[in-house]
């Protein structure tokens, strides 16, 4: 079975994608994981592994951008220094240092986990404006399609540079605000994701799928189902008690919060691989 068969199964039963990198920076790097450090991370999420058994290794992006931007102030001097709605973005994305980290950080996951799926979670073009805009700027940002096929070609060239590491799957993340976005509009990350192999998805965490989302790989939304359906399981269902609901998803994406106990998380964790 190839990685990109494992991605959404396994024994024959849902596959379980965990979103756990909140819940194990405070139980095993003391609420700061260590994202700026290549080894520390490998072994952070070694442990972390070990003790949750994710079916893939995310890479999250939208988390290492931003610890990024706050130890390197230079750079965020220089997203500020235009106005234009896609500037912050544009100029994120064009930084050396920061490209050569995250791949040498991807080939080292690859290496590490030979035999895990590596999938890298990226913020989608509509998304990544948005982020790069907030982090520099205080004021909101109206953001139109003129911006967002503007940043899907700045978003596309980035992902070149991760061609060679051996990722299996690209997954562009959602929020509530972007998740209306015309699907067509990505379509130059499709072209490189399709280029070098990797599995497309979405991650629509409200479920308000984008229009056009049937062309992908894989969704993941709560209502999802079928064969490219992952069932999304926000912070909450760590509170729960209720038997977990059966799902006709092909996997399942659950969102670990920082604040869980580990012996629900434990217990909660079982219940999914029954």
């Known amino acids: ?13 849902p596959g379980l994608w965990l979103d756990y990198f909140d819940y194990a920076g405070r139980l095993l790097a003391n609420g700061a994981p260590p994202w700026l450090s290549e080894a520390d991370v490998i072994a952070w999420l070694r442990k972390a592994q070990g003790l949750l058994r994710s ?30 709605s896609t500037f912050a973005l544009k100029t ?25 799926p590596i999938v890298l979670r990226c913020p989608s073009p509509a998304l990544w404006i948005q982020q790069a805009w907030s982090a520099v700027n205080d004021e909101p940002l109206a953001v139109g399609n003129e911006d967002i096929d503007s940043a899907a070609v700045y978003s596309a060239d980035f992902l070149r ?21 015309d699907i067509t509009l990505y379509r130059p990350l499709f072209n490189v994701a399709a280029h070098y192999r990797w599995a497309t998805g979405l991650l629509a965490p409200t479920g308000q799928l984008i229009e ?54 434990l217990q909660r964790l079982a219940a999914l691989r029954a």
């Open 1 to 13: 079975m190839s990685n990109s068969d494992k991605l959404f199964s396994h024994n024959g039963q």
């Open 92 to 116: 994120l994305l064009a930084d050396e240092a920061l490209r050569a980290y995250l791949t040498s950080l991807a080939r080292s996951l690859r290496d590490s986990f030979a035999e895990t």
């Open 161 to 181: 540079a991760f061609g060679d590491v051996g990722l299996d799957a690209l997954l562009l993340q959602e929020s509530e605000l972007t998740e209306a976005t």
């Open 212 to 265: 056009g989302s049937e062309s992908l790989g894989f969704v993941i939304s709560p209502q999802a189902s079928g064969d490219k359906g992952g069932q999304y399981l926000a912070t909450d269902y760590w509170q729960q008690t209720d038997p977990v609901a059966e799902s006709a998803a092909a996997f399942r994406y659950a969102q670990i919060p920082a604040d869980a106990e580990p012996e629900i998380v």
């Open 55 to 84: 079916q893939v290794i995310m890479l999250p992006l939208d988390r290492l951008c931003g610890v990024w931007l706050e130890s390197h102030p230079l750079l965020a001097e220089a997203m500020a220094k235009r106005q234009r």
